[in-house]
C-alpha cells in the first residue's frame, strides 16, 4: 500500500514536551475517585498518597512523563456524565504529582472525557490530554463513544488553553471499532490529524496487550505526526516495537509482578528504561 502522506504542518509535540528521542510516559493510575463506585468515605487521603507514591518511583525510575487517570473508577461514566467532582478531584491529585516530581505530566479522564480533561489539565499545569475516540466513533464498555474533537477543541479554545496538546488513540482498546470497518486505519489516521491531534496512540485489544507491529507500521506510514505506542510494551517487544514508534505510554510493566493494580516498583522501571536509552538515538 502506497504511503499517504501529506507535507507536515506543525512542529513535534514530543519533542517540544520532552526533549528527548522516543519518550517514556508512566501512567499514575490513581485510586477510585469521590463519586465512583468503589470509593469508600475518608479514601481521599490515600488517593494522594498512593498517586504521589506511584510517581516518585516512576521517576526514580527515570521515566520521561507521567499521565495521571481515574483508571480505577471503573465502571467508567460515558463522558456527558463525568461530573465536578471527578475534575475537582483529579486536578488535585494531578497537581501535587506534577509539583513533587517535576515532570511533564498529563491527563486522561476516563471515558474519553476530554472536555473536563481540558479543565483538569488548565487547573493542575498539566501539558495534554488523552482522548480514547477524538474522531469518529465507536462501542466501548461503557456504550456508543463519540468523537470528542468538536466539543473539546471549543472548550480549549473557550479556555485560551491552546499550549495543551491532544494525545489521541486509533482503534483504541476495550472496544468494537466494527461501526467505521468500512473506514481503512489510514483514513482514521487522516481523520485524527484533520481534527488537529498532536500524537497518535497505537494500543493492543485490551489494558496490557501489545499492538499489532503491523498496525503500527501503517499508522507510522500514514502520519504526520508523531506516533506512540499506548499498551504492551516490555523490554523484550520495545526493540521491535520501538523501531516503529517516536515513544510510548506504559503502565503495566511497571508495577509489582507485571500487574496493573499493584504498586510501581522502582526496579522493574529501571529495567525497562536501561533497554529505552540503548534505543536512543544520540542528540
Known amino acids: 500500500m502506497p504511503k499517504l502522506k501529506v507535507a507536515p504542518t506543525k512542529p513535534s509535540a514530543l519533542k517540544d514536551l520532552f526533549h528527548v528521542d522516543k519518550p517514556i510516559i508512566a501512567m499514575v493510575h490513581l485510586l477510585p475517585l469521590p463519586g465512583s463506585s468503589s470509593y469508600r468515605a475518608n479514601d481521599w487521603p490515600k488517593v494522594i498518597d498512593n498517586a504521589l507514591r506511584d510517581a516518585i518511583a516512576l521517576k ?16 467508567f ?5 463525568v461530573g465536578s467532582e471527578t475534575v475537582s478531584c483529579m486536578a488535585v491529585a494531578a497537581s501535587e504529582v506534577r509539583k513533587a516530581c517535576g515532570l511533564p505530566v498529563g491527563i486522561s479522564c476516563l471515558a474519553n472525557a476530554v472536555v473536563q480533561a481540558f479543565s483538569i489539565a488548565l487547573a493542575s499545569g498539566a501539558q495534554w490530554v488523552r482522548a480514547n475516540e477524538w474522531a469518529n466513533a465507536y462501542i466501548a464498555d461503557e456504550g456508543y463513544v463519540e468523537a470528542a474533537a468538536p ?13 495543551i496538546s491532544v494525545f489521541a488513540d486509533v482503534m483504541v482498546k476495550h472496544g468494537s471499532h466494527f461501526i467505521i470497518s468500512d473506514r ?8 485524527i490529524e484533520f481534527f488537529q491531534a498532536d500524537v497518535v496512540i497505537v494500543t493492543g485489544s485490551r489494558t ?7 498496525e503500527l507500521k501503517r499508522v507510522k ?12 510494551l516490555t523490554p523484550q517487544n520495545a526493540p521491535r516495537l520501538l523501531g516503529n514508534a ?9 508495577k509489582h509482578q507485571g500487574r496493573w493494580w499493584n504498586p510501581v516498583e522502582v526496579s522493574r522501571v529501571r ?13
Open 60 to 75: 526514580e525510575g527515570g521515566v520521561d512523563g507521567l499521565m495521571v487517570e481515574n483508571f480505577m473508577d471503573r465502571p
Open 77 to 81: 461514566l460515558k463522558p456527558e456524565e
Open 151 to 163: 466539543k473539546a477543541l471549543r472548550h480549549r479554545s473557550h479556555l485560551k488553553t491552546d499550549d
Open 184 to 191: 481503512p486505519l489510514e483514513e482514521q489516521v487522516r481523520d
Open 208 to 214: 496490557g496487550a501489545e499492538p499489532s507491529s503491523e
Open 221 to 232: 506510514a500514514t502520519a504526520n505526526i508523531p506516533v506512540i505506542v499506548g499498551s504492551g
Open 246 to 254: 517516536d515513544g510510548a505510554i506504559v503502565g503495566t510493566f511497571f
Open 271 to 283: 529495567k525497562f528504561m536501561r533497554t529505552v536509552y540503548n534505543l536512543r538515538s544520540p542528540q
